[in-house]
């Protein structure tokens, strides 16, 4: 591993920061804090931490003597100077004759010698950061020290490879208890320069933040040599089907297995994000996969992110899908058992009993093809994958060189349910659409963005279909969170399976569709040409079929039912004259809701239908508008006001109807209106 650091490039951070009455200490702390974070192969989303003593002004004025360590929530790739809160060190330093100290007391010391009380909480690692003498103190989950420290012989192998020059902890759990036994073990021998802690990473110290930092990039070097000796190739091969299925064909049948009922026909549905590589594929492919993957998590930090170990389910062949269903299903109910039991098992002795997690896994092991995180969102799902993957790294290197043995199981229980690291994945509120996978159609236009943007805010993922693949792409950007934005012309069955194809690889299936894609011809019916009827038939309702078949066969694929939503216009009820050509379509579309209601209900699939009308939009077009209205004689306003309320209905109004129904988990063949009021047009 090479040094990233630079003079200049340290220089030109500490002089930005100079300008902002940040001291250059904490400029260097923030400047090599981002080298470490960026890279993964030392720490992942919010692991690790660094500190720096220095003196800083408090809110009074005086100067005081300080530990600026890195608060709780701040991730190290893009630490500002506010996410290494100042604690002053003095009252932290006395915490240190204390026999013991519970983790809560501990939080509110750090919390009561914050200089500003507007701070984050400063890291659980606090003290072992305060009871060292040094200047900067650098803490990483090294994937290369990680795959020395994570085997039965790890003391010895870490004595072989690092000497004198780095001190060894056993496995303590973060807290005082270890910040005092790392502090006992440096004393020892003042003169190392760091800290291996077995079983969970590696501290380096300096006296400068380019000292700490560089000890920690040779401490990981050395490790990484010890793993490139005598390497030979790791795992043995299982024997794995000719035919490999798909990624889209497996993502929706895993999802659907790790799924779990909840009361009143909901589900607690989790987002998939998918890698592959040769490395992972090696892995994966092993016959020994089900030994080496299922020991553990490489340092007890993951295990909130991950669960302590995979789901790995039979290789994905792709000649006999029903099977793999089958197998795959039993699996994750097995995982799920287990986990539940596991909790139990490890729940019995504790002082204070615990809550238990959802059960789901969140990293699966599929042969043949990859591994999957799983998340409540598709980046939680991403965190997950990301530490999969280095995970792989990990035992991979463990393996090669011996033998990968992570913590027991009652230490990783105590870390899954600390109440420190609990805190960090917060206590916000699931918002309605957590874990759902939404598909508009028309995506781009008025209704299909302002329903994409309406999901979006309720917590679903969001693929935005549209004929205009920039557009398409345009509005996903615009939504953002992970919004994908996809090409797809629904005329085109092939288009439209290849879309469905992308948005199950992407986030591992679909659970909402709004099929919102339409086009207004119009024409006198009784002299209306054929081909033109036929082409409005053919975006208006066959288009919606297609759009429908496709994610009903995903829907099924997972077994969790799942919600069609049509936009089928105030024709469908009500003909406006030489309306022919668009309303026919749009009626017959309303009961092609109302037969995938009767025929698919058994499967937990409802659908239904938003009567809308009048709304500004590229159907209805500012120009159509102007037009009209002075046709009638009639303001614009009156004009799209002219309903009972006397309101202009917008595209946010449809998108409420939409989501309305997506919510409703007990209607199903139903036709909301959403016209500002119409008698003629109301349903009877
Ligand atoms: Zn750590």
């Known amino acids: ?22 001291n250059e200490d904490l400029a260097l702390r923030v400047y090599t804090s981002r080298l470490l974070g960026q890279d993964p192969r030392l720490v992942l989303h919010g692991g690790g931490n660094t500190s720096v003593k220095t003196k800083r002004v408090d809110l009074s004025g005086d100067v005081a003597d300080v530990l600026c360590v890195k608060g709780s929530g701040w991730d190290m790739a893009n630490i500002e100077p506010a996410g290494l809160p100042a604690v002053r060190l003095a009252p932290l330093l006395r915490l240190r004759a204390r026999e013991s100290l519970s983790d809560e007391e501990m939080v509110r010391h750090q919390r009561a010698y914050l200089l500003d009380p507007g701070s984050p909480n400063p890291s659980v690692e606090t003290l072992l950061h305060a009871f060292l003498p ?7 989950h090294s994937t290369a020290v990680l795959s020395l420290a994570d085997q039965p012989e790890a003391a010895k192998l870490c004595a072989e490879v690092f000497g004198a020059r780095m001190g060894q902890v056993p496995y303590v759990m973060p807290g005082f208890a270890l910040a005092k036994a790392a502090a006992e073990i440096f004393e020892n021998d003042p003169t190392v320069e760091g800290l291996i802690l077995l079983k969970h990473g590696i501290f380096t110290f300096g006296d400068t933040a380019r000292e700490a930092y560089q000890r920690m990039i040779e401490m990981v070097s050395l490790a990484e040599d010890r793993l490139a000796k005598g390497r030979k190739p790791v795992f043995i091969p299982r024997a794995l089907p000719d035919r490999t299925a798909t990624l889209a064909e497996i993502a929706p049948i895993l999802r659907g297995a790790c799924a779990i009922p909840e009361t009143g026909g909901a589900w607690r549905r989790l987002v998939l994000d998918f890698r592959t590589s040769p490395a992972i ?28 170990f995979p ?23 097995r995982f799920i058992a287990d986990y539940r039991a ?34 409540r969102s598709k980046n939680d799902a991403a965190i997950a994958a990301d530490i999969a993957v280095n995970t792989v790294e990990t035992i991979t290197g463990a393996e090669a060189i011996g033998r990968f043995e992570p913590l027991p199981e009652a230490d990783l229980f105590d870390m899954e349910y600390w109440s420190l690291e609990q805190a960090k994945l917060g206590t916000v509120k699931e918002k309605p659409l957590a874990g759902q996978i939404a598909v508009v159609t028309g995506g781009a236009g008025a209704i ?73 011809w119009q024409g006198r019916i009784g002299s209306v040409d054929e081909a033109l009827l036929r082409q409005s038939f053919e975006l208006n309702f066959f288009a919606h079929q297609r759009v429908a078949q496709a994610a009903v066969a995903i829907m099924l694929a997972q077994g969790t039912g799942g919600c069609l939503l049509f936009n089928v216009s105030k024709q469908a009820i009500n003909p406006g004259p030489d309306f022919g050509p668009y309303g026919l379509p749009k009626a017959a579309t309303l009961f092609l809701a109302r037969q995938y209601a009767v025929d698919y209900g058994r499967d937990g699939i409802r659908a239904n239908a938003v009567n809308a009308d009048r709304i500004r939009s590229g159907l209805l077009t500012d120009g159509m508008i102007a037009a009209r209205s002075t046709a009638r004689g009639l303001s614009e306003h009156d004009y799209m006001a002219g309903n009972l309320l006397g309101q202009e209905v917008t595209a946010e109004d449809v998108a409420q109807a939409f989501l309305h129904q997506a919510l409703a988990l007990k209607t199903t063949a139903g036709v909301t209106t959403v016209d500002g009021g119409n008698i003629a047009a109301a349903l009877r």
């Open 1 to 22: 591993m090479n040094s990233s650091w630079s003079d200049q490039e340290a220089l030109a951070l500490a002089e930005a920061y100079a300008g902002k009455g940040v």
């Open 134 to 140: 040094h200047k900067f103190i650098d803490h990483t």
């Open 281 to 308: 594929r090696a892995y994966v492919d092993g016959a020994a996969l089900e030994s080496y993957a299922t020991r553990g998590v490489v340092t007890p930090d993951h295990t909130i992110r991950t669960k302590n």
């Open 311 to 333: 789901l790995v389910v039979p290789p994905a062949c792709a000649d006999d899908i029903e099977a793999f269903r089958g197998a795959a299903r039993e699996a994750a109910s």
């Open 342 to 375: 596991y909790f139990e098992r490890n729940n019995r002795g504790q002082a204070s009993p615990k809550k238990p997690l959802d059960p789901s896994p969140r990293v699966i092991l599929v042969p043949c093809l990859g591994l999957f995180g799983l998340g």
């Open 448 to 520: 299909g963005a302002a329903t994409a943007r309406l999901f979006k805010k309720n917590g679903a993922e969001i693929a935005v279909l549209d004929q205009e693949a920039t557009a398409a792409g345009q509005t996903a950007r615009h939504i953002g969170g992970g919004a994908i934005g996809i090409g797809c012309d629904v005329t085109d069955a092939a288009s439209v399976n290849s879309a469905f194809a992308c948005v199950a690889e992407t986030f591992g299936g679909v659970d909402i569709v709004v099929s919102n894609a339409g086009a207004a």
